[in-house]
């Protein structure tokens, strides 16, 4: 059987989402296959998938043949249906900002031009410091003809390299003192190291009397070049993965080790022709103060793990990166991708300076992380962090969140390929009240449909999903699926302190009926002899009808939430996830803006908390005057807090000059 969609998978199949989807096609038995315009895939190989080169808005069929066939096609739709599936982890690989690439595109401009090179503005910032080279030796075919009563050795061997590598890497992930970004690297490339495209192709090398070190080369080279071709620069990155792999093989078959990178001295600019990112992500991060290379650009996988560590990179180079391996002191702008080859002394003062700068920055946000914004009259602003998963506790908690503002359970469900079951939910829920006690933790009971649908739902087909069944709406129709939600939710309670929130919430009505099924599973416990706990239940205003009726609402409830991504795009009546009216998703129309300050209105009069979870609240631009509104909460990207205590501060501080 098959069924066709268009991929929603924001920004295609690429390497984690395919990573992903492949993962999720090989938990069926069935045999499935990704049909695009004429051509058709196995789903189960990565590479094949990322050949395939899928991306967002295109049409794609999936084809299953097997005894799981319904299932593997209801769940593999609904992944390519879901535009965050596979990208939850990726924020650390966002590109820099491009105002604040021209800010510092101006910074080196009018320095001397002598040992100026440029490359790709990879990782923003500025470095100068000793060049640690990283060249190791090219290696080279054998080009060593087998005689047929050798094939087979030569096959097992291959085999035992590539295990030994697979073995490498697996214990790469097992270190517990390796960044989740980076894990989730090493885990695609182990994925290409599996694939049967690389070790399938190299083995039938071998089978046809070729030695195994050419035969890898071979094989390598054949898909890095299918790669290199690809119209798309995510997926010429990925060449420069393929190869890297591809070396960790043959360097096992010949029993070498590679150059490492345990010696780099503290401070260091690591200088490389290419480096893959697994070697980088073993490297010792913390005493690499910059990185250039020949190879890659600013979406290899060498660019992110820099990104994630902030730390500055220029790829891209190109042969003149060799020039700068004979050079003593380097000094590069990751913003302007400027690089230059033993600075003079007016661009090593320059460069100083710059770096004496950011730092003074960075350090000056990290003030604000422990800092509690209060009000005149003692109010305390919250400034909470949305997050989706248990991976991202410690980002938040480093950033200095206070408590969890909307935590998306919906991760939970689109993780697994049947619905998690009450205990997984209650243990979930429970681990993250106590990460952040005695701060509150704001769960949002499951918002599927629209934009996020999953397995184990099954969902009618909508000409507007955005205007269907999703949210509550869905769970007040499923109190199969809704109440272990619930039952968990009080069970959590009993571990901190756990809020409650309702999505898509549209009147009173939805309240009411979510409050008797609480009622029925706390009885149920109760006469289960299970522990639990009460919790504020609160709801989204994110419907304009909920905005008309918040009056009535605020009785109803301990809190409300803004959700300003679904409220814009309801007030405006423009879908959130169509490009062509994006220019119409403005939070700061004043239709939309006074719909917040509406609900902050019937909030405030009925004495409840109101709060904001959509991507609005991490605006500088806009907290002031959502404070000036009444919003005492603000919960956004872990990223965002520090900068965003510090704007609630300097507005009342602001407030205060003016005598307010
Ligand atoms: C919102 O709509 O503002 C919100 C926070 O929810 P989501 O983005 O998950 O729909
Ligand atoms: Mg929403």
């Known amino acids: 059987m098959e069924r066709s969609t268009i991929v929603r998978v924001h920004d295609g199949l690429h390497a984690r989402p395919a990573t992903r989807f492949v993962k999720l096609a090989k938990s069926f038995e069935s045999d499935i296959e990704l049909v695009k315009d004429d051509k058709s895939v196995s789903a189960k190989s990565s590479v094949k998938l990322m050949l395939l080169g899928v991306k967002e808005n295109e049409e794609i069929t999936v084809r299953a043949t097997g005894a799981d066939a319904i299932e593997a096609i209801e769940a593999l739709i609904g992944y390519l249906e879901n535009p965050r599936a596979g990208t939850e982890e990726e924020s650390a690989g966002q590109t820099p900002r491009t105002d604040d690439r021209k800010i510092a595109g101006k910074r080196t401009g009018e320095l001397a031009s002598h040992g100026k090179l440029r490359g790709v503005a990879a990782s923003e910032g500025v470095a100068i410091g000793p060049v640690y080279g990283f060249f190791p030796a090219e290696i080279k075919h054998e080009n060593r003809p087998l005689a047929a009563n050798e094939i087979a050795d030569e096959v097992l061997r291959l085999k035992q390299a590539i295990t030994t590598v697979q073995r490498r890497m697996d214990a790469s992930l097992a270190e517990t003192g390796l960044a989740d970004s980076d894990r989730g690297i090493v885990a695609a490339l182990k994925d290409i190291a599996n694939d049967d495209e690389l070790t399938g192709g190299a083995i039938a090398i071998v089978e046809g009397g070729v030695d195994a ?21 995510y997926l010429n990155a990925r060449a420069d993965d393929v190869n890297a792999v591809g070396r960790q093989i043959c360097l096992a078959l010949l029993g070498q080790e590679d150059v490492n990178l345990d010696a780099v001295a503290e401070g260091s600019i690591l200088v490389a022709d290419d480096i893959g990112a697994w070697d980088l992500a073993r490297a010792p991060l913390k005493r690499i103060a910059g990185v250039i290379c020949g190879h890659g650009g600013a979406t290899s996988h060498v660019a992110i793990i820099a990104r994630a560590h902030g730390i500055p990179a220029v790829l891209g180079l190109g042969r003149p990166v060799l020039d700068l391996k004979n050079a003593k002191t380097v000094a590069l702008d990751g913003d302007s991708g400027e690089v230059f080859a033993n600075p003079d002394a007016v661009v090593s003062s320059h460069f100083q300076a710059e770096i004496v700068k950011a730092e003074a920055e960075k350090r000056a946000l990290t003030a604000y992380k422990d800092i509690t914004p209060k009000r005149a009259d003692g109010t305390v602003i919250e400034i909470a962090a949305n997050i989706g998963s248990l991976e991202e506790i410690d980002a938040a908690k480093d950033a200095g969140a206070m408590g969890v503002g909307l935590f998306r359970t919906e991760l939970l469900f689109m993780r697994h390929i049947h619905l998690p079951s009450e205990d997984l939910q209650a243990e979930t829920y429970s681990s993250l009240a106590k990460a952040f006690a005695p701060f509150p933790v704001i769960v949002r009971t499951l918002d599927i449909g629209g934009d996020k649908p999953i397995a184990g739902v099954e969902f009618p087909d909508e000409e507007n999903p955005f205007l269907g069944w999703r949210g509550i709406r869905m769970c007040l129709d499923r109190p199969d699926v809704f109440k272990p939600q619930l039952r968990a939710l009080l069970r959590a309670a009993v571990h901190g302190n756990i809020k409650v929130m309702l999505p898509m919430i549209s009147g009173v009505g939805e309240v009411q009926a979510t409050r008797i099924l609480i009622d029925e599973c706390a009885k149920e416990l109760a006469a289960e ?75 405030a009069e009925a004495g409840i908390m109101v709060g904001m979870c959509g991507e609005a609240a991490g605006r500088p631009d806009l907290i002031p005057a959502f404070i000036a509104m009444g919003l005492t909460e603000l919960s956004m990207s872990p990223s965002s807090i520090q900068r965003a205590k510090k704007c609630v501060l300097d507005g009342f501080k602001t407030a205060q000059e003016v005598g307010l």
């Open 529 to 603: 002899g299970r522990a639990f706990a009460h919790f504020d239940l609160g709801v989204m205003i994110e419907t304009p009808a909920a905005v008309l009726v918040a009056p009535a609402l605020a009785r109803e409830v301990a809190f409300f939430s803004i959700g300003t991504n679904d409220l814009t795009q309801y007030i405006m009546a423009a879908d959130r996830l169509n490009p062509v009216v994006a220019k119409l998703n403005d939070v700061t129309h004043p239709a939309v803006m006074a719909a917040i300050e509406l609900t902050a209105k019937a909030g």
């Open 213 to 233: 070190v050419s035969a890898v080369i071979g094989a390598t080279s054949k898909i890095a070049s299918d790669f290199a071709t690809m119209d798309d620069p």
